[in-house]
């Protein structure tokens, strides 16, 4: 048996879009941070057929499915059980999928004898779930072209940034990302302009990570998010991703700004809102998220590690 573990990461500067061609290519570069509150652990064994357990339970997962036979077109792969556990609420905006590859192929690499680097693990993390490429590395990381696989931006101990998730709804999303992503592309007459400025969002919030200044990330993250989600507002049908609270939460990290807090938020494909922030500020963000009518449990976590083999 070989066990891996990884965490899911946060988009800075987000991934919405693919480009239309195989691999499951990001349309734009994007940019994120791992975090170390939240893990997914993935035991593999041999078996006599493929069984996938997720959460204690037997699962069926086209995408996974989907994933394992292009592996097996390149790879001699033999049947396998994967058991796959997040600590943490599964397909609700928490990134399950991005640890949830990236443990699996950190997994099947040393299980299977592939020979992986950690840059070809990416590659293929990506293929599973594009935002998986960056939780193979820890700390700050880039998608980006030519390759599509992640590199590493800078280590955990860069900047010690802390992040306090509120979660506001457990239940599984509606629409996943890339099934929303597509429609996105084809519907929303904003998704060009959104295309169009994502290089600068990621020079920028780059620069803005190398020189630690974290106004200026504030001001790009924030942004990137909120440009994203009003790709998916205008998306036909729309994509509302948000509860209540989610924008209650947002309100509360700009007051918390207007204070003097060194924090920002960002939204994925899913109602919670992460706050970044940092740790002179960390107690009293998570002091305001937890106030907010509608936030059931917040979550608090530093910058973690990349995906690795336990034993
Ligand atoms: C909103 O990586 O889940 O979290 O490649 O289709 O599996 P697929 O999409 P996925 O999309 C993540 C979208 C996002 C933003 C981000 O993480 O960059």
């Known amino acids: 048996m070989t066990t891996a573990q990884a965490h899911p990461n946060i988009a800075l500067v987000k991934y919405w879009g693919k480009q239309e061609r195989v691999g499951n290519l990001p349309a734009t570069p994007n940019l994120s941070i791992t975090l170390a509150g939240l893990t997914t652990t993935t035991h593999i064994t041999d078996a006599a057929k493929d069984a996938f357990v997720l959460n204690d339970a037997p699962a069926d997962d086209p995408k996974l499915n989907r994933w394992l036979e292009t592996l097996r077109g390149s790879f001699d792969i033999p049947p396998l059980e994967i058991h796959s556990s ?67 931006m800078a280590k955990k101990d860069h900047w010690a940034l802390e992040v306090v ?38 020079t920028a919030a780059s620069d803005a990570i190398s020189s630690k200044d974290f106004a200026a990330l504030s001001a790009v993250a924030e942004l ?44 994925d494909a899913g109602p919670q809102v992460k706050a970044v922030c940092l740790s002179a500020s960390a107690d009293a963000v998570v002091s305001a998220l937890s106030d907010v009518p509608g936030v059931i449990k917040i979550i608090r976590s530093p910058l973690g590690d990349g995906a690795r083999v336990i034993e």
């Open 86 to 152: 997040n600590d943490f609420p599964t397909s609700a905006g928490l990134a399950s999928s991005a640890s949830g590859f990236a443990a699996l192929i950190t997994a099947i690499n040393a299980f299977c004898e592939l020979g992986l680097d950690q840059a070809m693990c990416s590659q293929w993390a990506r293929r599973g779930s594009a935002s998986a490429a960056r939780s193979i590395y820890g700390g700050f990381v880039a998608l980006v072209p030519p390759q599509w696989w992640a590199v590493p």
């Open 224 to 267: 990137s998010c909120l440009k994203m989600h009003s790709v998916m507002l205008t998306s036909q049908p729309t994509l509302s991703y948000w509860t209540p609270a989610s924008i209650a939460c947002m309100d509360r990290v700009r007051s918390l700004r207007a204070l003097g807090h060194d924090v920002f938020f960002t939204v």
């Open 165 to 202: 998730v509120a979660v506001t709804s457990t239940e599984a999303k509606d629409v996943g990302s890339g099934e929303g992503m597509e429609r996105s592309r084809l519907t929303s007459a904003f998704y060009n302009a959104w295309l169009r400025d994502a290089a600068a969002d990621f």
